[in-house]
């Protein structure tokens, strides 16, 4: 079987609270759709070397309840609730990071480089939970929307202010259809 992930390259912190709504079910529910939906994430995390348990399921899980929780409350102008940040800031804490600089002839300091030194389900939830931080603190958070889309409830971070659905090409067009039904159905009843 094959996932499809309806919206992805939104923040990476969006990207994993997207993975789970109403309209979509849970599309990481077990450790296959895991490693699906890190495969649609190339070069944003640090891959896991074996396929996901249910303990680095179970983490992902929660950091992904308490960044749905966190930024529910943010986007409202609210205090995120002391369980969600209790929740990211001990995934954070799991993993230490460091910065690591490097040297290529041809390119010389090459950008510092987030390492994390631990067990590579702690790692993936820590760098997850890293991601949700920096979505949390960054100015922009308050421009994060939800799909405009009749049963659609994807979050996304427009680069344009005018934008209003997740993919325009889906969201938008049943949108775009459904009025001009109404439009050319109106006199026919």
């Given amino acids: ?23 979509v079910g849970d599309l ?51 205090e995120p609730p002391v369980g969600a940040l209790r929740v990211l800031n001990e995934a954070l804490a799991a993993a230490p990071a460091h910065r690591e600089l490097g040297w290529t002839p041809a390119g010389g300091l090459t950008a510092a480089v987030r390492l994390r030194a631990t067990d590579p389900g702690r790692r993936l939830a820590a760098e997850l939970a890293g991601a949700v931080a920096d979505l949390l603190t960054d100015p922009r958070v308050a421009d994060v929307r939800g799909c405009e889309g009749v049963e659609c409830a994807l979050l996304f971070l427009p680069a344009n202010p005018r934008r209003r659905w997740c993919v325009a090409a889906l969201c938008g067009n049943r949108a775009r259809v459904a009025r001009h039904y109404a439009r050319h159905t109106k006199g026919e009843l």
């Fill in 28 to 78: 990481i529910a077990d450790p296959a759709g895991l490693a699906a939906w890190l495969d649609a994430q190339p070069g944003r995390l640090t891959p896991l070397a074996a396929p996901a348990t249910g303990a680095e399921l179970a983490r992902v899980h929660a950091v992904r309840g308490a960044a749905r929780e966190a930024l529910e409350a943010v986007r409202r102008g609210e």
């Fill in 1 to 23: 079987m094959t996932v499809t992930f309806p919206l992805l390259g939104e923040p990476l912190a969006l990207d994993l609270v997207n993975t789970s709504t109403p309209a």
